[in-house]
């Protein structure tokens, strides 16, 4: 989680001197997107200070750079996305229920990757042809078979959880077609478990070739010869 005086500055900027290592004056997100719009991630996390802040840009269009006092006009639209329930967060006092009027004025909800079989397939597609490229492979297809593993997992992590997934089996896929037994270990699918007999030995050449050579030495280092699965981001 970012540090609330990171965030502040992240999204505000600050005035030189408004904390150690603040030696100029910084414009950053909001003042970039005047006349735009600035999309906000995961507002159920942001404390409730940063939270008046971005109130009262939403109220009045104006805000302060941290460590500032004068006030700046902008013309923003805000788009906020949250993973948690923000009417929930509000019952509980973890988030203002003001602002979440002010959020909530169009409200756009976005089913889990669970409920959205066919989206998980063409996402699949996706990152396949992404990564493929990206990894010097030549996988053309997702099996069936694959794809049912896929489809039988529930996805805790969503789309990001995904894309993770279908670039550690590319890391390690051969031949045009993503099998299933390409595919790490998927929390409590059915049909795609491994025990710890399971876990495969791959030559350290092998591994050389799977990146761009200015990862080569780090993989090379960091990467022990026995694994379930293996994280490269």
Same mark, same amino acid.
């Given at each position: ?37 600035? *999309? ?17 840009? &939403? ?17 923003? @639209? ?50 396949? @042809? ?31 959880? &995904? ?18 037994? *390409? ?42 010869? @026995?694994?379930?699965? &293996?994280?490269?981001?």
């Amino acid at each position: 989680m970012i540090p609330d005086a990171l965030l502040e500055s992240e999204i505000f900027g600050h005035e030189k001197g408004a904390f150690t290592d603040a030696h100029r004056q910084r414009i950053v997100k909001l003042e970039q997107a005047d006349g735009g719009t600035l *999309f906000l991630d995961e507002v159920g996390d942001m404390s409730p200070m940063t939270q008046a802040k971005v109130l009262r840009v &939403l109220q009045d269009q104006t805000f302060e750079r941290v460590g500032g006092n004068r006030p700046i006009k902008v013309d923003v @639209r805000i788009i906020a996305a949250n993973n948690h329930n923000l009417k929930q967060l509000v019952s509980e006092g973890l988030f203002r229920s003001d602002l979440y009027v002010r959020l909530s004025v169009v409200t756009i909800h976005l089913p889990p990757l669970r409920e959205r079989e066919d989206d998980l397939r063409v996402l699949a597609e996706y990152f396949l @042809r992404r990564y493929s490229n990206e990894f010097g492979k030549d996988i053309r297809t997702i099996a069936p078979q694959t794809l049912e593993v896929l489809g039988s997992y529930h996805w805790p992590g969503n789309v990001r959880e &995904l894309e993770s997934v279908m670039k550690q089996s590319l890391l390690i896929a051969r031949g045009n077609i993503l099998l299933p037994d *390409f595919l790490p270990p998927l929390g409590d699918s059915r049909e795609h478990r491994r025990s710890s007999s399971d876990l495969r030995v791959i030559p350290n050449s092998f591994l050389k070739n799977l990146l761009p050579s200015g990862l080569k030495q780090a993989l090379t280092i960091c990467t022990p010869k @026995r694994y379930r699965s &293996l994280n490269v981001n």
